[in-house]
């Protein structure tokens, strides 16, 4: 099978370039022909500043990018696009010279970005869905991306207007969310509950099962507000200084935390900063345990598969996507979002009751031979482009059941 991956990167690196890259690489490990199409946010730097000011209309429809994925279509041939993102660079424009070729298109929904500016739905500290209920110029209105309403109207303007022409409807075949409960925020938002089916994330590289427990809990994650980190300080400020907090990772939030962390005299919290993969896995590893605190619904936490390879239990956020991986008492434990008094009993619990945790442990390893190995992976992927292929529904519904929900409509 050849196929076409797409992407377009953000400034800074994250999960869903990870998953690409996984994804392209297992493909490759599997026999089919592999064509991507990859252009980054980075490039907006080089950009002068009135080609900036133009930035929102080609974030819109991209000629240029049209153009060259229309030309690699024709040279290439593929049986089958897969899109894992389009924003900024490369724009919606090129699912019309996918339709126009009558080649079926796949897209990943790695986040929430089809229904809200900000991706995430959330906005000053909470949970928020006015954008799925409402109009998506409420984004604007608050300024949502990156606390600005012209970034935030650049957004709301490119989901606007494919909403309108019915981008969305017509020329994608079938959508990958990455949790059940990622589909129904979408089924809520108008999108065709047929289209729309779950795959989740995998870890590419099995790390193997952990074989000793060290002194420490582990964090591993972007220092930003939606993570929790002020959660998670919260409950360990109360914990005795053997029981160790290691932080992996960096973002803006991390000076204000760290002197949080001197003012308050913290010496059981340790920030590492950023480590190589192979680091932080061996640091998995070693921990006690993972917290994922994050105040957000998130999309799929890599790190938790990442812990679930390890042998090593999660403590999260009952809210979202963690709530949905993790199994509370039987992969790991879930607090209340946001409330650091729950987070310090349950991480209190899970210190002193390391019997119980190491068995929880063995369960998520046992989830991640379940579920999200390179191979099942592949095997979900496979059954998903071969429907599309045949021209069959990606989510049939069960024989009788004719009930349908109208197409998206602009809002």
């Known amino acids: 099978m050849k196929i076409c991956l797409v992407h377009n990167s953000y400034e800074q690196r994250g999960g869903e370039d990870v998953v690409f890259e996984q994804e392209m690489a297992n493909l490759k490990r599997h026999g089919h022909e592999v064509i991507a199409y990859h252009r980054s946010n980075t490039e907006i730097k080089s950009h002068s500043p009135l080609a900036q000011i133009s930035l929102a209309k080609n974030s819109v429809w991209s000629g240029d990018s049209r153009k060259e994925f229309s030309d690699l279509l024709d040279k290439q041939a593929p049986d089958l696009v897969h899109v894992h993102n389009t924003f900024f660079m490369i724009s919606p424009s090129i699912y019309s010279a996918c339709r126009e070729r009558g080649i ?7 986040n929430f970005r089809l229904i809200c500016p900000a991706h995430t739905l959330y906005r000053q500290g909470s949970i928020c869905e006015e954008c799925l209920n409402g109009s998506l110029w409420n984004s604007v209105r608050h300024g949502c991306y990156r606390e600005s309403r012209v970034m935030t109207a650049t957004l709301a303007t490119i989901l606007s207007w494919h909403r309108l022409m019915h981008t969305w409807d017509n020329s994608i075949d079938c959508y990958i969310a ?4 990622s589909r129904e925020k ?3 938002a108008g999108f065709h509950p047929d289209k729309i089916v779950v795959k989740p994330n995998f870890v590419d590289q099995d790390p193997g099962p952990k074989t000793k427990t060290g002194d420490f809990a582990l964090y591993v994650g972007r220092l930003t507000p939606e993570k929790g980190l002020e959660t998670l300080l919260a409950a360990w400020q109360h ?3 053997q029981w160790q907090l290691q932080v992996i990772g960096s973002g803006p939030e991390r000076p204000g935390l760290e002197s949080r962390i001197r003012r308050q005299n913290l010496v059981n919290i340790n920030f590492r900063g950023s480590l190589s993969r192979p680091e932080t896995i061996a640091l998995m590893k070693e921990a ?15 790190v938790i598969a990442e812990a679930m390879a390890c042998g090593t239990p999660v403590i ?5 996507a963690m709530e949905e991986i993790v199994g509370h008492r039987r992969t790991g434990l879930h607090f209340t979002a946001g409330d650091a008094e729950d987070l310090g009993q349950k991480a209190a619990w899970a210190w002193i009751h390391p019997e119980d945790m190491t068995e929880m442990g063995r369960a998520a390893r046992f989830e991640y031979e379940r579920r999200y190995t390179a191979e099942k992976n592949y095997a979900a992927l496979m059954k998903i482009y071969r429907r ?4 069959q529904a990606p989510n049939p519904r069960p024989a009788g059941n004719t009930s349908q929900l109208p197409a998206l409509a602009a809002r």
């Open 104 to 110: 079926p298109v796949v897209q990943t929904l790695h």
């Open 178 to 181: 990455l949790t059940e409960f």
């Open 186 to 188: 979408f089924i809520a």
């Open 239 to 241: 914990f005795p200084a």
């Open 288 to 302: 006690r345990f993972l917290v994922v605190p994050s105040l957000w619904y998130e999309g799929f936490p890599m």
């Open 316 to 320: 999260c956020s009952e809210l979202g």
């Open 388 to 391: 599309v292929l045949n021209g």
